[in-house]
């Protein structure tokens, strides 16, 4: 079977497409026949080992995947042959097939195509884990999402909209902006061409937002959390710019903001149920047509490296899939 693979923690241009042997099932497991795989920020990490987790060489990247069940092993039971199904496989989804713990092949939503399904699992799990279980956000509260048109920003958007929240979507440009507001945003902000911080205090009235979502960090971390209000909630989601802010927690005390870790890798495996619930609630909301990833760009998988420097290169909006 073909498979992109990284021998050497050298970058995405030491990804090579190469023939290994195609996998079979174990007990316990249910091999994939992987249709579309989905590519996230953290790839552009893990291929140079600058990411939370180190896999063992060679892997494959992407994280999650949709296709169709082609084998299960003894004593499965809880899916079949046939069945359509998406995984969070942490690393290793680019390739024609591959082999899955039962108990982590969820059947797929009949509303979605493989491409859209491939890209359900981490940014919305990531987005309603930070929303939900750790800023426990109400409706009506005030929800300012940082890199609103990316992947898991988008994410944030539209599940801030369905938890109730007045969302303002901040982004690099107008063009960005319209996606997010295509996908519910209330309020636009162009952090290019405004001030950040003053700029959500006037859209606020001077009170301040409730939460921060923050997948971007840099420059932008500490505009945002000088915008916070009284007890507000600022969730640490990842670095997409590049470096990671120092904060000044004079603020955090003068505000009494508590400033949230989203480790949604590690949650998972630490709190299944809550996990579990969250997934739940996704999928119910995809069910009723009221979440659907907006895919931005489509490579085949001979072409990965190219979906891997969009991402890095900061071009896309919404996620981006490999199709099989």
């Known amino acids: 079977m073909r498979a992109i693979m990284c021998d050497a923690f050298e970058g995405v241009d030491n990804l090579k497409l190469v023939e290994i042997d195609k996998p079979k099932a174990g007990p316990g497991e249910v091999l994939i026949r992987v249709k579309a795989a989905a590519l996230n920020f953290f790839d552009t990490l893990i291929l140079r080992d600058k990411y939370q987790f180190t896999p063992d060489l060679p892997f494959s990247p992407a994280g999650e995947i949709a296709g169709v069940i082609e084998e299960v092993g003894e004593g499965v039971q ?24 039962a108990e982590e092949a969820i059947t797929m939503p009949d509303p979605l195509g493989f491409a859209e399904a491939a890209g359900l699992v981490i940014t919305y799990g990531t987005t309603i884990y ?3 279980s750790r800023a426990r956000m109400q409706p009506g509260e005030t ?26 979507a901040c982004a690099s440009s107008d063009e960005k902006l319209q996606l997010c ?3 519910g945003a209330d309020d636009l902000l162009n952090y290019k061409s405004s001030d950040l911080k003053q700029t959500l205090k006037d859209m606020t009235d001077g009170h301040g937002v409730d939460v921060v979502y923050d997948p971007v960090g840099g420059d932008l971390s500490e505009a945002a959390l000088r915008a916070t209000g009284w007890y507000g909630r600022f969730l640490v989601v990842g670095f997409a710019s590049g470096t990671i802010p120092k904060m000044p927690l004079n603020l955090v005390m003068l505000k009494g903001v508590d ?9 998972i495996k630490r709190e299944p149920a809550d ?24 490579y085949p998988l001979e072409e990965t490296a190219d979906a891997i420097r969009a991402i890095a290169n900061r071009e896309v909006k919404g996620k981006v899939v490999i199709t099989l």
Do not use: C
């Open 275 to 298: 996990h579990a619930a969250n997934m739940k609630q996704i999928m119910t909301w995809v069910a009723e047509r009221k979440l659907k990833p907006h895919i931005d760009r489509r």
């Open 181 to 183: 507001e295509a996908h």
């Open 259 to 267: 400033l949230l870790g989203v480790f949604w890798g590690e949650a």
């Open 130 to 132: 930070g929303l939900r």
């Open 78 to 101: 809880s899916v079949r042959v046939g069945q359509k199904a998406i995984s969070y496989i942490r690393w290793g989804g680019a390739r024609d097939y591959v082999v899955v713990p």
């Open 143 to 168: 929800l300012a999402v940082l890199g609103a048109a990316g992947g898991v920003g988008l994410a944030a958007v539209e599940i801030g909209k369905l938890m109730g929240a007045r969302v303002i």
